[in-house]
């Protein structure tokens, strides 16, 4: 028999002093009522009620009994209002995996400004260059949410728009004058390319907006890096050019040590994507994050030098 069941018609029991009226408010019949109270008893070894026709009263063990089934359903309430609770708040933890130059350049700001904001969460940003690698990220490192340029597209994960982020070509004035200024995007077949990994499907190709739609052109490598800031700097050391986000060589552009290549050949934005598991409810705390962050990319300006936003 269901221990839970027994435990609520004794309860029931007791608090309406009658097996009557505790069965009608159970739905369920007097003699089914009765039966739960004794297969307690046996079942403790112990006797809970003292019955008569006119009254029922509690034993000592039966008080005890009482009290201890009491403790365990506020304990059930409690925890059950606790879930229901993070359907409507972000409580508990958030732990956040984001790309390693960005994060650091601007999304560190932005999560700690949301943490400031959420004091009942804990947060955790990770910042990493590895490649996200699907549901095994989420289930084997406790990540709620992944921020990505990588559309994954899987049944098990959503994918949220955070926002668009510009990204430009860009060579050192020395590399230029030493190798020449292409004209057109076919050009940059012929120069020494700096090679942004684990963002594009394929890498090696880059691709321009034309009059005529996408203009894909395969550049030769020269350099490789996962990390947007390394090759920033081989692109001010004269290494080549390179196709980067413009975040992160908007200071090097501001100052001279970096020029567009290309101005008049459009290079397409990338969408930041936010990355999560597919459940039948999204957690509050993962939708309450994606929506501050959305509010949070659209009023930023990655274009301006981070030395002129300190100012």
């Known amino acids: 028999m269901d221990r839970f069941r027994t435990m609520e018609s004794f309860v029931r029991v007791v608090r309406a002093g009658s097996f009557t009226t505790a069965a009608s408010q159970l739905g369920l019949s007097r003699a089914l009522v009765s039966r739960h109270v004794q297969e307690l008893e046996n079942r403790l070894g112990v006797r809970l009620l003292n019955r008569s026709t006119r009254s029922l009263s509690l034993t000592d063990e039966g008080a005890a009994y009482l009290a201890f089934?009491?403790?365990?359903?506020?304990?059930?309430?409690?925890?059950?209002?606790?879930?229901?609770?993070?359907?409507?708040?972000?409580?508990?933890?958030?732990?956040?995996?984001?790309?390693?130059?960005?994060?650091?350049?601007?999304?560190?700001?932005?999560?700690?400004?949301f943490a400031k904001a959420q004091p009942r969460l804990q947060v955790s940003l990770l910042l990493e260059n590895t490649p996200y690698?699907?549901?095994?990220?989420?289930?084997?490192?406790g990540l709620d949410l992944v921020l990505c340029f990588s559309t994954i597209r899987g049944a098990s994960v959503v994918e949220q728009e955070i926002g668009a982020v510009d990204w430009v070509v860009c060579a050192s004035?020395?590399?230029?004058?030493?190798?020449?200024?292409?004209?057109v995007p076919a050009d940059l077949g012929e120069h020494a390319c700096l090679v942004h990994v684990d963002v594009a499907p394929i890498d090696s190709i880059w691709r321009f907006e034309g009059p005529k739609g996408p203009m894909p052109?395969?550049?030769?490598g020269a350099f490789f890096s996962n990390s947007a800031l390394a090759l920033c700097k081989a692109a001010v050391a004269g290494l080549g050019v390179t196709l980067v986000p413009r975040y992160s060589v908007a200071d090097a552009l501001a100052s001279g040590?970096?020029?567009?290549?290309?101005?008049?050949?459009?290079?397409?934005?990338?969408?930041?994507?936010?990355?999560?598991?597919?459940?039948?409810?999204?957690?509050?705390?993962?939708?309450?994050f994606v929506d501050?962050?959305?509010?949070?990319?659209?009023?930023?300006?990655?274009?301006?030098p981070q030395s002129a936003a300190a100012e």
């Open 217 to 220: 052109v395969k550049v030769r």
């Open 257 to 288: 040590a970096l020029v567009s290549v290309l101005p008049r050949h459009r290079v397409g934005s990338r969408r930041l994507l936010a990355v999560y598991p597919r459940t039948p409810l999204a957690p509050r705390k993962v939708q309450v």
């Open 173 to 183: 004035p020395d590399y230029l004058a030493r190798a020449g200024t292409p004209s």
């Open 133 to 141: 690698r699907g549901a095994y990220d989420f289930a084997e490192r």
């Open 69 to 113: 089934c009491e403790t365990v359903f506020r304990d059930i309430e409690s925890s059950e209002h606790a879930i229901l609770r993070t359907r409507e708040e972000p409580v508990g933890t958030l732990k956040v995996l984001a790309p390693k130059s960005l994060g650091t350049m601007h999304l560190s700001d932005a999560v700690i400004a």
């Open 292 to 304: 501050f962050l959305k509010d949070w990319m659209a009023a930023q300006d990655f274009s301006a």
